[in-house]
């Protein structure tokens, strides 16, 4: 069974920083495309950032120039370093790998965790 647990999220000042890790097991994680989605209360679920499996990066208007994603494949796992954090980011953030099988999408999430920047 794959899983995808985050981790490093928690309660922080505005201006501060957090780190966010996403372990995967059992899926071959080199191949996968990975990222971070958020999800406000009252609202819907948003890409953060994405990295593809040979390293390219994307980011939300939002929190380019703040947020910076990394991989380390051999240790299966997606990390999101946050700086300068804005009440605004609050939310819960889900870790998710991606993959086409053919013309199928292939995705799978995280459980979630909690970033509250709050003073």
């Known amino acids: 069974q794959v899983r995808l647990v985050e981790s490093g999220g928690g309660l922080v000042q505005p201006g501060g920083s957090l780190r966010l890790s996403c372990v995967a097991s059992?899926?071959?994680?080199?191949?996968?495309?990975m990222g971070w989605y958020r999800q406000a209360p009252g609202k819907q679920r948003e890409l953060v950032s994405t990295?593809?499996?040979?390293?390219?990066?994307n980011y939300a208007d939002s929190v380019k120039g703040r947020f910076t994603i990394s991989r380390d494949n051999a240790k299966n796992t997606v990390s999101l370093q946050m700086n300068s954090l804005k009440p605004e980011d609050t939310a819960v953030y889900y870790c998710?790998?991606?993959?086409?099988?053919?013309?199928?999408?292939?995705?799978?999430w995280g459980q979630g965790t909690q970033v509250t920047v709050s003073s």
């Open positions: 990295i593809t499996s040979s390293g390219s990066t």
């Open positions: 059992r899926i071959k994680f080199s191949t996968y495309a």
């Open positions: 998710n790998a991606h993959k086409m099988v053919l013309i199928n999408p292939l995705d799978y």
